[in-house]
């Protein structure tokens, strides 16, 4: 995902010279390119985060796109109320970038697992929330959140996550939500890079005769409300996956909108269910021990199906 990132912002740079990306001294590998073709498009605001989304807005005030960088929740939580008083407040065309959502870097602890994210910036009037589930949702994601105008949260891997999509997927807009594979049983919703496990579980589900629908919600918010309702009618059962606290992030939403529409459709969300993780590991070892790997997501479909 960090290389999609990249190499959409480097195509977006070359035609936008008003684009900026500041970074929290992170990343200067994967920022190389950026360094050396664009030099005059690129800062290091240190290890200072509510400093570097402060100035970001300054410079969206001057008719720029201002990209800030950092990993896990220093882009996020660190700088919060930065965030919501000079970029959300104002709409400042601030772009947050979060590298290494969820238990990504687990084995450094619950300080740096972003596992809050998404439900903290959800809830800021004037935030679009993305959190793509592959390298190729991480791509237009991306591509998308740089040409729009306003304060966007973007929510990536780190590198080395698998491709759930087979192919490029064209045209795709906020807040499109983008069917996997069909199924009649139950529905899989899912947010974020946990797509990987949602799409392994249905695979195992299939062996064992159940026919699970895989839907990827790229976009937290403006949620794809339409998708939800019309899963709503279709199931009996819907699992929600996320690498997050289940409390107001991507499960919450689809809960909200399920209360709206009075549906009769069951809900059950898959994530960590309010608390901290005390435990270190790798982010595949974490996702087992909190019951969000594919096996654990196959399981209760099967239970609730039964």
């Given at each position: 995902?960090?290389?999609?990132?990249?190499?959409?912002?480097?195509?977006?740079?070359?035609?936008?010279?008003?684009?900026?990306?500041?970074?929290?001294?992170?990343?200067?590998?994967?920022?190389?390119?950026?360094?050396?073709?664009?030099p005059?498009?690129?800062?290091?605001?240190?290890?200072?985060?509510?400093?570097?989304?402060?100035?970001?807005?300054?410079?969206?005030?001057?008719?720029?796109?201002?990209v800030?960088?950092?990993?896990?929740?220093f882009?996020?939580?660190?700088?919060?109320?930065?965030?919501?008083?000079?970029?959300?407040?104002h709409g400042?065309?601030?772009?947050?970038?979060?590298?290494?959502?969820?238990?990504?870097?687990g084995?450094?602890?619950?300080?740096?697992?972003?596992?809050?994210?998404?439900?903290?910036?959800?809830a800021?009037?004037?935030?679009?929330?993305?959190?793509?589930?592959?390298?190729?949702?991480?791509e237009?994601?991306?591509?998308?959140?740089?040409?729009?105008?306003?304060?966007?949260?973007?929510?990536?891997?780190?590198?080395?996550?698998?491709k759930?999509?087979?192919?490029?997927?064209?045209?795709?807009?906020?807040?499109?939500?983008?069917?996997?594979?069909?199924?009649?049983?139950i529905?899989?919703?899912?947010?974020g890079?946990?797509?990987?496990?949602?799409?392994e579980?249905?695979?195992?589900?299939?062996?064992?005769?159940?026919?699970?629908?895989?839907?990827?919600?790229?976009?937290?918010?403006?949620?794809?409300?339409?998708?939800?309702?019309?899963?709503?009618?279709?199931?009996?059962?819907?699992?929600?996956?996320?690498?997050?606290?289940?409390?107001?992030?991507?499960?919450?939403?689809?809960?909200?909108?399920?209360?709206?529409?009075?549906?009769g459709?069951?809900?059950?969300?898959?994530?960590?269910?309010?608390?901290?993780?005390?435990?270190?590991?790798?982010?595949?070892?974490?996702?087992?021990?909190y019951?969000?790997?594919?096996?654990?997501?196959?399981?209760?479909?099967?239970?609730?199906?039964?």
């Amino acid at each position: 995902m960090r290389d999609a990132f990249v190499k959409v912002l480097l195509q977006e740079m070359e035609h936008n010279r008003r684009l900026v990306l500041i970074t929290g001294d992170l990343g200067f590998g994967v920022l190389r390119p950026v360094w050396e073709r664009f030099p005059d498009q690129i800062l290091n605001a240190g290890i200072a985060e509510q400093g570097m989304v402060s100035m970001a807005a300054g410079l969206a005030k001057t008719d720029r796109t201002v990209v800030v960088y950092s990993i896990g929740n220093f882009p996020s939580l660190r700088p919060l109320e930065q965030i919501r008083n000079d970029c959300a407040y104002h709409g400042a065309n601030v772009k947050i970038v979060c590298v290494g959502g969820g238990f990504v870097y687990g084995s450094l602890g619950m300080s740096h697992h972003a596992t809050e994210d998404l439900s903290i910036l959800r809830a800021l009037p004037g935030v679009t929330c993305l959190a793509p589930g592959d390298p190729v949702e991480a791509e237009w994601t991306t591509r998308e959140a740089l040409r729009m105008k306003g304060t966007c949260y973007l929510r990536l891997g780190r590198g080395n996550e698998p491709k759930v999509h087979g192919e490029p997927i064209p045209g795709w807009r906020i807040p499109e939500a983008i069917t996997l594979r069909r199924g009649e049983d139950i529905a899989i919703l899912s947010c974020g890079g946990i797509l990987t496990q949602a799409a392994e579980a249905a695979e195992l589900l299939d062996r064992r005769g159940i026919r699970a629908e895989v839907v990827s919600f790229p976009c937290l918010k403006p949620l794809d409300s339409g998708r939800v309702r019309e899963l709503l009618g279709r199931f009996r059962h819907i699992l929600t996956v996320e690498e997050n606290n289940i409390l107001g992030g991507f499960g919450g939403a689809v809960c909200e909108i399920a209360a709206e529409e009075g549906s009769g459709c069951r809900i059950t969300r898959i994530g960590l269910k309010d608390t901290y993780s005390t435990v270190v590991g790798s982010q595949a070892y974490l996702r087992k021990v909190y019951g969000m790997d594919a096996e654990a997501i196959a399981g209760k479909a099967e239970e609730l199906l039964k």
